[in-house]
């Protein structure tokens, strides 16, 4: 039972337009959210966090929404380039078991020049 | 970015040997955790440590044992591999300082294993 879903595999988008990457999760203990980035052979590298006393948080081209009443969270890039085309994947964890992070399975971004 | 290495980073053995995966990191980051990832599963924790022999187990830990004797080295042992391991594994670190974001992990480059 995954209780961080993110229900896209894929999304392609063109260079310079928005990618919207979704994740919702179950677990409402879960307080802090977080994504990472994944090239391929590569290990994932942390790209951007939220936690639940927020909305938004934003760096740079990376701005990360969070419904918690939806238990839904989203990663907007804007402008995308064709750099940012790799695996997305979000993750969330939980005061008290804070060490432990339970990630979502993935979406591929492609963009295309 | 943290210096974190893995060894091997392809390895190919047999049903029911025993595979020790080795994870060494040189930015004495104290905690660190083992991953693994499948196609519609993402990253799942196998094991974690957070400092020279405490260990806890994560969500799939069954068929696997850890040990770490010292900050800079977690090894990952399956004692008699089968079929169902065939995965990539992952080492991650993460400090416990607190100018870091909470749970910004840093991954190791990754060892693809496959059990025949």
């Known amino acids: 039972d995954q209780q961080v879903k993110q229900n896209s595999p894929s999304l392609s988008v063109q260079e310079g337009r928005i990618s919207i990457l979704n994740c919702d999760y179950t677990?409402?203990?879960?307080?802090?959210f977080l994504w990472y980035k994944k090239y391929p052979a590569e290990g994932p590298t942390f790209l951007i966090s939220i936690s639940s006393i927020k909305d938004k948080n934003e760096d740079g081209r990376f701005t990360v929404f969070l419904n918690k009443s939806a238990k839904h969270l989203s990663l907007h890039i804007v402008p995308s380039q064709p750099g940012d085309s790799a695996v997305y994947f979000c993750a969330a964890s939980a005061t008290g078991s804070a060490r432990q992070l339970t990630f979502g399975s993935g979406t591929q971004l492609t963009v295309l020049p | 970015d943290a210096g974190i290495t893995q060894s091997p980073r392809h390895k190919v053995t047999e049903t029911g040997t025993p595979v020790t995966l080795r994870c060494h990191q040189t930015e004495n980051h104290r905690y660190m955790y083992w991953y693994r990832q499948d196609p519609g599963h993402g990253l799942r924790l196998i094991h974690y440590s957070y400092g020279v022999k405490d260990t806890d187990k994560g969500e799939v830990s069954d068929g696997y044992s850890v040990s770490r004797s010292k900050t800079e080295d977690f090894l990952l042992t399956l004692e008699s591999a089968t079929s169902s391991q065939t995965s990539v594994y992952f080492c991650?670190?993460?400090?416990?300082?607190?100018?870091?974001?909470?749970?910004?992990?840093?991954f190791g480059p990754g060892t693809r294993l496959t059990v025949l």
């Open positions: 991650a670190t993460e400090t416990s300082g607190r100018a870091s974001p909470r749970n910004e992990q840093f």
């Open positions: 677990n409402s203990m879960f307080d802090y």
